[in-house]
């Protein structure tokens, strides 16, 4: 199994991403997906998820009205749309699959499997 983070790059603040998590060997659409982030010398902190049922979803605060996650299942990738970008939103995101049904979390020891990141730079 191997999930993959990308679309990070350097943008503006208060400008838009578009991040993307693919997977080989699991099909997406039957895991609840997690978006994390990491600033070194910080713990991972969990940005969004999205059901495997009914694509229920779940934001933190600091994202909250500013992303959003979503799924193309014929495609196997979830997005995470970041827009109004900001200075703090610099970190190495990650995505990660948890075989939990109808539910999703953002907590790190739930997750069975891990993408490696994609950086995202934000400048002010």
């Known amino acids: 199994v191997q999930l993959q983070a990308s679309g990070g790059g350097l943008v503006q603040a208060g400008g838009s991403l578009r991040l993307s998590c693919t997977a080989s060997g699991i099909v997406l659409k039957f895991y609840a997906i997690a978006w994390f982030r990491q600033v070194p010398g910080k713990e991972r902190e969990g940005v969004s998820c999205?059901?495997?049922?009914?694509?229920?979803?779940s934001y933190t605060d600091s994202v909250k009205d500013r992303v959003t996650i979503s799924r193309d299942d014929a495609k196997n990738t979830v997005y995470l749309q970041m827009s109004s970008l900001k200075a703090e939103d610099t970190a190495i995101y990650y995505c990660?699959?948890?075989?939990?049904?109808?539910?999703?979390?953002?907590?790190?020891?739930?997750?069975?499997?891990w993408g490696q990141g994609t950086q995202v730079t934000v400048s002010s």
């Open positions: 999205i059901d495997s049922v009914r694509d229920r979803t």
């Open positions: 990660a699959a948890d075989r939990r049904f109808d539910d999703c979390t953002v907590v790190v020891s739930d997750q069975d499997y």
